[in-house]
């Protein structure tokens, strides 16, 4: 049996179910690569067989012999850095796969990735990846049975599961607690009744509504993520009146987080005295000087925020205030000085806000589509994904980012996705094959029609 050569840039926690799906097969030959070698050994050491490497991203000469040497690169590295990879990969002709979007620098390699007769796959993890696969499905089978998709709305949230949402904000980090939060600061757009509504960031926590998920033992509230305008192309769904892709949290961070943009806690203006060679500073003090008085007291502090938030006004008064005190805002515990306000304060989340190992996330999904049939008549079909991470083993999200991955590396490898070109999941041929894989590993969208 010949070899198959795979080079893996990136040894994050969506790499592990990657890996251990890909080395199923004996011929697959895995070469992990991380910036810093000891993590590369940490999770080859995980599966016999597979090499570690160091390699410096920064390095073109390295990366570019790297991917000569491979079949296939599964770039797990940061976007900004994978049309450097598809560069390489279509000189040599070699197949990439990553699970980011596809980026207009990606893009311009297309027609070289065509020319040069490869494939690089793209967008084939959860969100997105696993939500193109299931809404194509289903706008195929409506517009292949004569009917208009007139809504098409998702929603997409990487939790805690319900028992172990035991913070105010119902939130824990897998990964950077800045990237989260400087996410919220993004512009929605999505396209509702006819109408582009586009949303800015400053006002994205008031826009969140109450879902509606046919699952009403979750608490749920979703808004807009980034643009989804373009989807009435992506999805070739042209007489859509409403497409919305989102972001789902739990009832009650949205006005969380609303407070802490208020009191200014998403600034990444450096302060004085939170700078490295400042004096040491207690949280109270930092929230004085933040809300501008003296007085640093609970009693004071609770005060002042409660009219600067306008919180008699806010049903979750209580649970803001709550909130505060279990970070530690009002205490005398000294803050590790980042510089700006929202570095200092992500250095306590991260502190206080890990998965503990008895602990497990919760992946939930769900498309919802209003669909016109051929006679007229009415009808709405849910794609829905609940998806549990494992004690002990993988997360949730490391689950359905890494296995949808694994398996469109298999298909390439195997001949099987043979398209050529920079692709995202969007049509039957790509698809088909990666859904019944993916649902022999248990993974997939239950579809019903209400």
């Not at 950077?176 to 999505?190: D, I």
Request: net charge negative.
């Amino acid at each position: 049996m010949v070899d198959k050569k795979i080079l893996l840039l990136g040894s994050g926690f969506v790499a592990a179910p990657c890996v251990e799906y890909l080395v199923r097969k004996p011929e697959n030959k895995i070469t992990i690569a991380s910036r810093r070698l000891e993590n590369a050994q940490a999770l080859s050491k995980q599966f016999p067989g597979t090499t570690a490497i160091s390699c410096d991203i920064h390095n073109d000469e390295a990366i570019e012999k790297l991917v000569s040497e491979h079949d296939v690169a599964i770039s797990l590295i940061p976007y900004i850095h994978h049309a450097k990879v598809i560069k390489a990969a279509t000189k040599h002709k070699k197949n990439v796969v990553t699970t980011s979007y596809v980026s207009p620098a990606m893009l311009e390699h297309d027609q070289a990735a065509k020319d040069a007769g490869i494939t690089v796959m793209n967008e084939i993890g959860l969100d997105p990846g696993i939500d193109h696969l299931y809404a194509i499905k289903t706008i195929e089978e409506v517009h292949n049975e004569g009917g208009k998709l007139k809504e098409f709305i998702s929603f997409c949230g990487g939790l805690p599961a319900p028992e172990d949402s035991n913070n105010p904000f119902g939130y824990k980090f897998s990964w950077s607690a800045r990237g989260v939060l400087l996410a919220l600061k993004n512009t929605a757009r999505y396209l509702e009744k006819g109408k582009v509504v586009e949303v800015s960031g400053t006002a994205l926590m008031d826009s969140a509504k109450k879902l509606n998920t046919g699952y009403p033992g979750f608490a749920f509230v979703g808004y807009g993520n980034r643009d989804s305008t373009p989807y009435d192309k992506r999805y070739n769904i042209p007489e859509a009146e409403t497409i919305i892709r989102g972001t789902i949290r739990y009832d009650g961070f949205c006005q969380f987080i609303k407070a802490l943009v208020t009191l200014g806690f998403l600034s990444e203006e450096e302060e004085s005295h939170l700078s490295a060679t400042a004096d040491d500073i207690t949280w109270n003090q930092v929230l004085a000087k933040t809300v501008g008085i003296n007085d640093s007291s609970a009693e004071a502090l609770q005060a002042a925020i409660t009219a600067k938030c306008d919180l008699d006004n806010n049903d979750h008064k209580a649970q803001i205030l709550d909130g505060m005190r279990w970070l530690g805002f009002f205490s005398n515990v000294n803050v590790h000085r980042r510089g700006s306000l929202l570095d200092t304060f992500c250095a306590t989340l991260e502190e206080k806000m890990q998965y503990g190992e008895t602990e497990r996330d919760l992946v939930f999904l769900q498309h919802r589509f209003e669909i016109e049939l051929k006679d007229g008549s009415h009808q709405t079909r849910t794609s829905t994904l609940v998806e549990y991470g494992k004690v002990g083993g993988f997360s949730a999200m490391a689950k359905t980012v890494g296995v949808p991955c694994g398996i469109a590396t298999q298909l390439i490898l195997d001949g099987k996705l043979t398209a050529t070109g920079v692709l995202a999941p969007m049509s039957h041929a790509i698809n088909k094959p990666i859904i019944e894989l993916l649902e022999q590993e248990g993974i997939g969208m239950v579809e019903r029609i209400l």
